[in-house]
């Protein structure tokens, strides 16, 4: 995943606002990368960009060396859908659902609905460390543990990048240090790279890479306090 000299205005008018101006930013497999900065730094937007929600107003962005430049939406969606798994501070789960159905319904949307779906959905809520967990109802569950369930939904459909988007904001010390974890422990494959947008500076040994953002410019990068593992030459 690559962002190349991106520009995004937001608004219109006498309220028209440059949110991002000319970044550049990448993702490659097996890298937990943090983009730090303080509110309204462009971080949230940099990550919609990305993530194909929003599109750029200039620049280019490539995801798996492909150039999303003209893409209609249903073809964006499909990009999304395919590519790429979002973690949000509110887990966004539905409240009838069991964390298997939850996490099945990523699956479901892409018609994936065979029995294997299920075998999927029961190994990605294994990898989170919620085994035991998977009959459950978000309300049955802590805050953390709806954490995993929405992170084992992003990780599913096996994505190429993890876009997290204040993912420990609702949590406590403890139970955003386990997320973190987890979202380490996924950032491990070669060809999965993990992007994590945060204010906590707690989390910060986690991360392989730390960019910091400020006033829609990418300001800094530095290798963070974990170790990097081997990673694909290819980029997310």
């Not at 959905?121 to 978000?138: E, Q």
């Not at 987890?182 to 906590?200: E, F, M, N």
């Not at 910091?212 to 694909?232: K, L, Q």
Request: aromatic residues 2%; glycine residues 10%.
């Amino acid at each position: 995943m690559e962002a190349i000299e991106v520009v995004k205005f937001l608004g219109e008018g006498a309220g028209k606002v440059t949110a991002l101006k000319g970044v550049s930013l990448s993702l490659a497999g097996g890298e937990m990368a943090l983009l730090m900065g303080p509110s309204g730094s462009g971080k949230t937007t940099l990550l919609s960009v990305l993530g194909c929600i929003m599109s750029p107003s200039a620049g280019t962005i490539r995801l798996r060396g492909r150039s999303t430049t003209g893409l209609q939406p249903e073809e964006l969606a499909k990009l999304r859908r395919d590519y790429i798994g979002f973690v949000f501070q509110s887990y966004h789960l539905f409240p009838t659902l069991t964390a298997l159905d939850n996490v099945r319904l990523a699956l479901d949307v892409r018609g994936e609905r065979s029995p294997s779906a299920i075998d999927r959905a029961m190994d990605a809520l294994a990898t989170v460390g919620l085994s035991h967990k998977v009959n459950s109802l978000p309300r049955e569950l802590s805050g953390g543990e709806q954490q995993r369930v929405a992170i084992a939904r992003a990780i599913v459909g096996n994505p190429a990048a993890v876009l997290a988007d204040e993912p420990t904001a609702a949590l406590d010390s403890e139970n955003g240090q386990a997320i973190m974890s987890v979202l380490s422990q996924i950032a491990k494959s070669p060809d999965r790279g993990v992007l994590v947008v945060t204010h906590d500076p707690r989390i910060l040994p986690f991360a392989s890479r730390v960019v910091r953002i400020a006033d829609g410019c990418i300001v800094s990068e530095e290798r963070g306090g974990a170790s990097e593992p081997a990673r694909s030459s290819e980029q997310s």
